[in-house]
């Protein structure tokens, strides 16, 4: 029976699944990038606009508690669910951790975002009609304004 987009928004996706350790060490840039990719195929929602390359899943990307070394902007096809401590760690002062243009429909709570240059840059044309939900996330050491 295939995934519904109802059955979807049920299903967690856990980046430990896709080989991210959380260890602080470890870049588990790609495994993340890979449980985005795996829950996109679960149900993808129409476009917000016409030939946008960015698409809205009904699942959810799970984080358990750990710190997620990244090497490069994270650019969510997923909501995003961390266990309560999970971090986003950029230690390049030069890259964002989350960059994406054309936001829509999207969820992220539970994340403490810690280094990098900005910790969410992420835009869309009609922000008021974005629904983008921001929930019990910590923001520090940022090194852009």
């Given at each position: 029976m295939p995934i519904t987009c109802a059955r979807a928004a049920l299903t967690s996706i856990n980046v430990r699944d896709f080989g991210a350790t959380g260890d602080g060490v470890t870049d588990d840039t790609q495994a993340i990038?890979?449980?985005f990719q795996a829950a996109q195929t679960l149900c993808i929602s129409e476009q917000p606009i016409p030939g946008q390359a960015y698409v809205f899943s009904a699942a959810t990307v799970f984080?358990?508690?750990g710190k997620y070394r990244l090497s490069e902007p994270l650019t969510p096809t997923a909501n995003m669910l961390g266990e309560g401590n999970a971090i986003l760690f950029q230690p390049?002062?030069?890259?964002?951790?989350?960059?994406?243009d054309g936001a829509w429909r999207w969820h992220i709570a539970g994340f403490t975002f810690l280094g990098g240059r900005h910790h969410l840059n992420i835009g869309n044309p009609n922000l008021d009609t974005g629904r983008i939900i921001i929930d019990r996330c910590v923001f520090q050491n940022a090194a852009g304004c």
């Open positions: 990038r890979q449980a984080f358990p508690n390049d002062p030069n890259t964002d951790i989350i960059s994406w």
